[in-house]
């Protein structure tokens, strides 16, 4: 985390690298696959291929219990048939681990996540989307027709299981978010001792010193909660508590939002050009309250946990 955050200071999107394909795929393959995929597969991500997640679909973001995606058992194999949406990293890694209704015999037996290998019959890579920020990975479609998959491919069954590496992923995603931030915050800093109009400099001007001050309050909270997260590992799954997960990627991806958009203000016209790197720090933060479980399913989560009561069911795409 510590050196995710260092990276993200500079650039959000090498940060990210790190996360996306560490934290949630990774630890799915490591904590559930078979010695033969790991074997196989953990070979291609230390060479430096990062697999990619796939579970949102056009019709299942956050209610991703509700996705469409079907692998039907036949024959010894898995054949897959449905479409993803906005997965990171899709088209350029070669191993995906894609989320999907098994059925066998005929009847529904949950969610599983199976290792699909890249330029397999049947899978294609669908339309990029253009993102508003963390332009250096791209997000596509997936595209599964009669996709046949090894019967060992299939990593782990189980959807709650399964979401339980994205904590993991949600503390990494969090700490992209804290390192965008810290570095807004630095230059904001730096900037506003340096800049001087009305004879003094800026930092002098109470307006913009409680700014700073509320970044430095909102940068120390999110890292420690971010810490605690890493730090406190669910004995059973393995991977961060979930509770602990929530709050700390909701504290610190709102934390990222408001930073940069002070730390823009605070540089002026600067700020808004594409001459400073505030404009494109801004755009990378938006993203963090969005993917990976938004600021409203987590506060769902959340409140499941303290109030004891789960209303949220177990749909926190
Ligand atoms: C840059 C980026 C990268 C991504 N990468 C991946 C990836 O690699 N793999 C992958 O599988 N997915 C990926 N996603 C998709 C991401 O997981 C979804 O965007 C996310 O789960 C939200 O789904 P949605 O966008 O369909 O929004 P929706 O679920 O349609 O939500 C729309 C709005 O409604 C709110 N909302 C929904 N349900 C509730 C509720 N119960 N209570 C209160 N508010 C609610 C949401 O918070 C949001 O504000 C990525 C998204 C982005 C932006």
């Known amino acids: 985390m510590v050196v995710v955050e260092e990276m993200a200071k500079v650039c959000g999107i090498t940060g990210r690298i790190v996360v996306e394909g560490n934290m949630g795929a990774l630890g799915i393959l490591m904590r559930y ?9 953990a070979s291609w991500v230390l060479a430096g291929d990062k697999p990619v997640i796939a579970i949102s ?8 219990t509700a996705m469409q995606t079907t692998a039907v058992k036949e024959n010894g194999e898995w054949v897959l048939n449905g479409s993803k949406s906005w997965i990171t990293g899709g088209g350029v890694s070669r191993l995906n681990l894609v989320f999907a209704k098994l059925v066998e015999d005929g009847a529904g037996k949950g969610i599983g996540a199976l290792a699909v290998e890249l330029g397999q019959p049947g899978f294609e890579v669908g339309r990029r989307a253009y993102m508003m920020g963390l332009r250096g990975i791209p997000e596509t479609e997936l595209h599964f027709n009669n996709c046949r998959v090894p019967e060992e491919n299939l990593i782990a069954r189980g959807f709650g299981k399964l979401m339980a590496a ?19 915050y630095e230059a904001a800093l730096a900037h506003a001792r340096e800049r001087k109009q009305f004879g003094r400099p800026i930092a002098e001007f109470q307006g913009l010193r409680w700014m700073l001050a509320d970044a430095r309050i ?10 605690r997260a890493a730090s406190e590992v669910d004995p059973v799954s393995g991977f961060p508590d979930r509770e602990l997960a929530a709050i700390a990627k909701v504290a610190a991806s ?10 823009l203000q605070i540089h002026g016209a600067r700020g808004y050009s594409r001459d400073y790197p505030l ?26 946990a303290i109030t004891g009561q789960r209303v949220s069911q177990r749909r926190e795409g």
Not at 166 to 184: D, E, H, K, S
Not at 254 to 263: L, P, Q, S
Not at 292 to 303: D, K, S
């Open 33 to 41: 696959g078979s010695e033969a995929l790991k074997r196989r597969y």
């Open 57 to 64: 679909e056009p019709e299942a973001g956050s209610d991703a």
């Open 166 to 184: 994205y904590n993991a992923q949600r503390v990494g995603a969090g700490t992209v978010a804290l390192g965008i931030a810290q570095g807004a």
């Open 218 to 227: 909102r940068l120390d909270g999110a890292r420690l909660l971010l810490h």
């Open 254 to 263: 709102e934390t990222a939002i408001a930073v940069t958009n002070d730390a």
């Open 279 to 304: 404009e494109r720090m801004a755009r990378d933060a938006r993203m963090f309250t969005i993917g990976g479980g938004t600021a409203q399913t987590l506060r769902n989560v959340i409140a499941d």
